[in-house]
Nanobody
Framework: QVQLVESGGGLVQPGGSLRLSCAAS????????MGWYRQAPGNQRDMVAR???????SYADSVKGRFTISRDNAKNTVYLQMNSLKPEDTASYYC?????????????WGQGTQVTVSS
């Protein structure tokens, strides 16, 4: 079984910064891509940023230039540095990992961490 544990959410004023972390633990061979998704009430869950095991990165247009994704493969951890936050960034943020286990390859999700941008 694989667990993804997120941390770093909270309340921040517009223009502020937050850093999210997500650590993978459990029994697995390797992790392919890792990413962050977000979901606001009444909306679908959308990709925010994604990084492959080789370091290729993609961002949603709405966060380009403000958010930075990175990963530490040795720690099986992915980070999301969020700068210049806007009220429209308010959402639950979910970590995702594409994991190779003993028997299969599948996606895993974290429990979500709330980010609220408000004055």
């Amino acid at each position: 079984q694989v667990q993804l544990v997120e941390s770093g959410g909270g309340l921040v004023q517009p223009g502020g910064s937050l850093r999210l972390s997500c650590a993978a633990s459990g029994t697995f061979f390797s992790i392919n891509a890792m990413g962050w998704y977000r979901q606001a009430p009444g909306n679908q869950r959308d990709m925010v940023a994604r990084i492959t095991s080789g370091g290729s990165i993609s961002y949603a247009d709405s966060v380009k230039g403000r958010f930075t994704i990175s990963r530490d493969n040795a720690k099986n951890t992915v980070y999301l540095q969020m700068n210049s936050l806007k009220p429209e960034d308010t959402a639950s943020y979910y970590c995702n990992a594409d994991v190779n286990t003993i028997s299969l390859r599948r996606d895993y999700w974290g429990q979500g961490t709330q980010v609220t941008v408000s004055s």
